[in-house]
């Protein structure tokens, strides 16, 4: 049902092309509501991955407007969800950071801001390597938006991850080259020496736009995207411990329906994957959702949510299972 939203721990399902609604999900009671919509706005809001700080969901870069000329925002937007409320004139975003389709974490009290796009899909616009640490307006306190070390390439359609205390990067496209234009390469931000580093013992096997990607334990889990004419349900498991690829080969690991545009949320050790794309671009927007986990004789994480297709048997042997299952929202998509 959802095409490029954001979601956030616990489980809020926000925007999307063309206004959609705001869902929330409890995992733990299986309950769903929805909540105060964002206020409307030409051509939805989407291209974003939101992040949780200081109690509030922040989106701070992403677009509005329709294909292939996206508007980027003029302010921080965020939602509270205590008080079921949205706040549309956040900070005001500097024109030397403002972009969608950017990798959003947070770490140490900062939002940390990787690459992006400015004017949407195609050779018109700009693909970026802009780093940006970002700290929120406080009471007395301005706002700071600070420039760092450029990615080692660019990269849009992209979400981030922090692992073992650094920011990764895998996956994500050169949108101003097209759907093609898909890095293989990992790449690696230590927060405490402001450098990257490209992982020289670590790559995708298959280089996708807009991927599923989730940190859960030392491992980064990437699965879906798009490129190539297609959608790729290939899951690749990275282990940030050795920074070796530790993706099981036989039998693979593949999601049960390959979707893009589509952030993970990571519950209790497994991650949470909720609408995208089927296809490449924008359709069919998909409704169901799937559940990853990885441990031993593990399937899912609750009972209501079943184990399916695509397991495989962990690198190196032993008993450790990795599933992606199915699962409904029910009682909040219809």
Known sequence: MRHVAGGTSTFYLIGGRRNRPTLAYTPSTGAGATVAPHPRLSGGLHHMQCVSYGGLIYIVAAWTGGYPREQLLPRVITYDPAADAWDMNGDVIPDAHNRGGAAVVVHDGALYIAGGNVGGH???????????????????????????????????????????????????????????????????????????????????????????????????????????????PATEILDMATERMVTPANPPVEMRRGRHASPAVVCAGAAYVAAGSGRQGGRPELTPGEVFSSGPRRRCVWAPWGGGAGTGAAAGGGAAEITWGLFLFTSVFC
């Open 122 to 232: 195609g050779g018109h616009s700009r693909s970026s390597t802009l780093l940006t640490r970002y700290v929120p307006s406080a009471a007395g306190r301005p706002a700071s938006w600070t420039a760092l070390s450029r990615l080692p390439r660019v990269r849009d359609h992209v979400y981030g991850v922090v692992s073992r205390g650094r920011l990764v990067l895998a996956g994500g496209r050169d949108g101003a080259r097209g759907f093609d234009a898909v890095p293989t390469a990992i790449d690696v931000y230590d927060f405490g020496r402001d450098a990257w580093r490209t992982l020289p013992g670590a790559a995708l096997a298959v280089g996708r736009g807009a991927p599923v990607v989730a940190a859960i334990g030392d491992t980064v889990v990437v699965a879906g995207g798009e490129g190539n004419r297609r959608v790729w």
